[in-house]
């Protein structure tokens, strides 16, 4: 009998006999764990977004460029009109941090510009842009 009561406290050692079984216990267990755990883990990912919802970011739409010489620059005065390199109907683009986000349109609303977007660029083609710069 006092084998018996060595053998309850001891921590049972899985010798080869029907092998899988110590292994399927802790996976069980595992799995619980995870179940609860992922609860828990979509609540930390909406915290961890709620961190960086703040933060400012510099929107820029870009109606077009020009490049000119210093000279022309310094000509330049009240009721001068720079040539721009985009095309009237070309799309806008719409930067966020300096990075193409989007391409859109001129619209007025309550006196005021806007633009309606209407092309989303694609995840592949921002890090495309990326390699580029």
Known sequence: MAEDTKQEDDPVEDEGIGEGAGE???EEQEGDT????????????EANLDLILDIPLSVTVELGRSKMLINDL???GQGSVVELTKLVGDPLEVLVNDKLVARGEVVVVNEKFGVRLTD????MERVKSLATT
Do not use: H, M, R, S
């Open 120 to 123: 989303i660029v694609t995840p």
């Open 34 to 45: 995870n179940e609860e755990e992922g609860g828990k883990a979509d609540e930390d990912k």
């Open 24 to 26: 399927t216990a802790v």
């Open 74 to 76: 310094l000509q330049l």
